[in-house]
């Protein structure tokens, strides 16, 4: 059986509804066993995302930021039928434990990755169990390889994306966005067939579609192609996460969680 992995961005798990499109993506192929999240993102214009909030809140102590975290997280565990209460008073009093902005600023993606995991019935796998970084807050490739192929070999699990942890167990995170670096990592030391990117887009276009209405979908580009767009400001994917992928060879395909029979753009 071919082995994907799938990266879902922040907009694919803003809300309730849209953890369970995400459930019927994953339930669709059976190849879909590795599943790594980012924190909500926004439901709307007028949202902010979780990761905005959870940073805030740790820079002020601000309660009412706190209250907006808890109710989003609420909300998708009523929709999803799972009682998120005793798992965000847990996250709360770690946060207020752990004098840290990269742990507060890592719990969207943690909290995301143990609801989609509960909802699933996959198991969950802690990112700084298996992203090391160095003391001095750099990537461990070597580190990272070691532990992946020890901590995520198996049954299929929900990773969060986006933070790590050095042997200290001190948390570190990758800059905005690197939710997809973790998905990169995964699919290259798993040794997976296809790394499937799921964001709020059908693929990557040759202009910003919702400034240009002729934005052509471009339906397949090469490393060095999404690179250059990636550098120059496309937000598809970040640019940090073509490197693992490119070094095994493992074809990238950006898909839309919102339209996933779409053919979105595969990036060899």
């Not at 750099?138 to 580190?143: E, G, K, P, S, V």
């Not at 550098?231 to 490197?243: E, F, I, K, Q």
């Amino acid at each position: 059986m071919p082995f994907i992995v799938c990266k879902f961005g922040g907009s694919s798990l803003a809300a309730g509804d849209r953890f369970l499109r995400v459930r019927d993506i994953i339930r669709s192929d059976p190849s879909r066993r590795a599943i790594v999240v980012s924190a909500p993102g926004r439901r709307d214009a007028k949202d902010e995302k979780i990761t905005d909030l959870l940073i805030r809140y740790f820079e002020t102590g601000d309660e009412a930021l706190w209250r907006a975290v808890e109710t989003r997280f609420l909300e998708i565990g009523e929709t999803i039928g799972a009682d998120a209460a005793p798992l965000l008073q847990e996250t709360r009093e770690a946060i207020l434990r752990k004098p840290s902005a990269a742990f507060a600023a890592g719990r969207g993606e943690y909290l995301s990755a143990r609801l989609l995991a509960r909802l699933l019935g996959f198991r969950f796998v802690d990112a700084m169990d298996c992203v090391r970084f160095t003391e001095g807050g750099a990537l461990d490739r070597a580190a990272t390889r070691r532990e992946m192929l020890h901590c995520l070999c198996g049954e299929p699990f929900v990773l969060p994306g986006f933070y790590g942890a050095d042997a200290a167990r001190r948390a570190f995170v990758f800059p905005r966005g690197g939710g997809d670096i973790t998905g990169a990592l995964v699919a290259a030391n798993l040794g997976a067939d296809v790394y499937e990117n799921w964001t709020d887009v059908d693929g990557v276009y040759d202009r910003d579609p919702a400034v240009d209405p002729r934005a052509r979908r471009q339906r397949r580009l090469t490393y060095d192609q999404m690179e250059s767009l990636a550098t120059a400001g496309a937000n598809v994917l970040h640019p940090d996460s073509l490197r693992p992928a490119r070094e095994e060879s493992i074809p990238v395909h950006v898909r839309s969680s919102f339209l996933p029979r779409a053919g979105g753009t595969w990036i060899t």
